[in-house]
């Protein structure tokens, strides 16, 4: 009979998820030397990863250096770099660094719909619900233009849209703010995904 040729997933690979400590250092490590010598987006997001596993192990100063060589890397995608590492600023109480970095990645006008949704939680996550309301409501103009035009269908059927419009949702809640129809989606999309866990 013949063997039949399977390769497990690899620290790495894309399609690889560490569970333990030795494995994200494995993959931290893998990552930040994955397509060295080229700039690409490949290596930036890479590099991207790496320092958020390297984050994760609390390797605070290697964390640190992927994510400045990523920040470095001309074709990466728009504002992403400045992106993940305004959120580990923030996260090592460094808000001065974090919010130039958060004006960087608004010069360099983002479209990716994860750029929004990364700075939109990390200003959620430490006390800057107003700035977060605005990078969340930016990401859904950006993903779909007049938002007046929004509905439910487009929550249940794009992640993105979610994210942004349930982000964006928490942090007017914690302003305190009047519900406009995006949270009224919002709060129907929960009533929904609540029915169907009911109904299994």
């Given at each position: 009979?013949?063997?039949?040729?399977?390769?497990?997933?690899?620290?790495?690979?894309?399609?690889?998820?560490?569970?333990?400590?030795?494995?994200?250092?494995?993959?931290?490590?893998?990552?930040?030397?994955?397509?060295?010598?080229?700039?690409?987006a490949e290596q930036a997001a890479s590099l991207r990863q790496a320092g958020e596993y390297y984050a994760i192990l609390g390797e605070h100063d290697?964390?640190?250096?992927?994510?400045?060589?990523?920040?470095?890397?001309?074709?990466?995608?728009?504002?992403?770099?400045?992106?993940d590492y305004a959120s580990f600023l923030l996260d090592r109480h460094r808000p001065d660094e974090a919010m130039a970095m958060i004006t960087e990645a608004r010069r360099l006008h983002p479209e990716h719909p994860d750029v929004f949704s990364v700075i939109g939680e990390a200003l959620e996550e430490h006390g800057y619900a107003q700035q977060a309301v605005r990078w969340f409501t930016a990401g859904l103009v950006s993903h779909h233009g007049h938002l007046t035009d929004l509905d439910l269908d487009d929550l249940h059927d794009d992640f993105d849209t979610e994210l942004l419009a349930r982000g964006r949702y928490r942090a007017r809640q914690s302003l305190g703010l009047q519900q406009d129809h995006i949270d009224a989606l919002v709060q129907e999309l929960q009533r929904d995904n609540a029915a169907t866990a009911d109904a299994r």
């Open positions: 009979m013949a063997r039949r040729n399977r390769t497990e997933p690899r620290p790495g690979d894309e399609d690889f998820v560490p569970l333990t400590d030795a494995e994200r250092r494995a993959h931290a490590e893998a990552l930040s030397i994955a397509h060295a010598g080229h700039d690409c290697l964390a640190e250096q992927v994510f400045r060589q990523a920040l470095g890397i001309e074709d990466g995608e728009p504002g992403a770099a400045q992106a």
